[in-house]
């Protein structure tokens, strides 16, 4: 910031990278006060007509959580170009406006705007309940006929879109037709089928995965001790992911010993469980 304050006095040129660069530095919220000076530094020296000038205000806006003032960026816009559009639906997905986002989506259609796999990936976030599965399934259709449905990410976030909204034989479906996988794509798997009640399906996903060779992460294991919640679930495949758990040093994890906690205080274990918290290093709010 001193460097831009130092550029404005001696009248250095500042171009739409120079304040690119400033507006993403200015994004967090303990800086926003910065951008809106630079902002307002933008208009007084006519840089408002550049659209890379006006996605970065949009950017900062979005990034910094103010969806009011990203709004009215966008609305201000003279010309939008693809980065306006998914900045503004990325916006939308954060605040959780799933109703706007697919309003910008059916208004870039439309108007027959170029779409990408970012659009899509906003789009999918914005259907992942069940409030919004028909058109989750209308935005999958959407993916495929774009050409689309073969991304990895884009897979990624179709699996996710059904499993939040408790359709598992989609997001199944969605995962045996993808041709590569990766692991976000079995956590997403694995966690669907451990929320929607699928447990042994979820510990057989996970078998399956490292047998192909992924090396799980606290997110995996987090999710596959999800679906060990029962006596029953404990005896059959909570022990052993367990020793799994020890074996690769994921004990010292606090998201997976706030999962081992969980799983053996709902199984009635409240010993190993307690054991289990008096060891934590760091007890957070999770616990």
Known sequence: MRFFH?????????????????????????????????????????LYSNVCTWNSLLGMYSEGGRLDDAEFIFKEMLERDLISWNSMMTCYVRGGGSLDVLKLLNEMLQMKKAINYVT?????????????????????????????HENLAIGNAT?????????????????????????????????????????DEAVKAFQLMREEGIKADYITLSNVLGACLTPDGLLKHGLAIHAHIVLTGFESNSYVQNSLITMYAKCGDLQSSECIFDG????????
């Not at 250095?12 to 951008?35: E, F, H, P, Q």
């Not at 309940?129 to 689309?148: C, D, Q, T």
């Open 6 to 46: 130092l550029m404005h006095h001696v009248h250095k040129k500042i171009n739409s990278t120079t304040l690119a660069t400033l507006l993403l530095v200015c994004s967090s919220v303990d800086n926003l006060k910065w951008g809106k000076g630079i902002h307002s530094l933008v208009i007084k020296l006519g």
């Open 120 to 148: 899509f990936m906003s789009a999918l976030a914005a259907c992942s309940n069940s409030v919004f599965i028909a058109e989750g399934k209308i935005v999958h259709a959407l993916v495929i006929f774009s050409g689309l």
């Open 159 to 199: 699996i996710t879109m059904y499993a939040k909204s408790s359709t598992m034989v989609e997001a199944k479906k969605v995962f045996q037709m993808m041709p590569k996988r990766n692991l976000v794509t079995w956590n997403a798997l694995i966690g669907g089928l451990a929320e929607n009640e699928e447990p």
């Open 280 to 287: 934590l290093l760091n007890k957070n709010t999770i616990s």
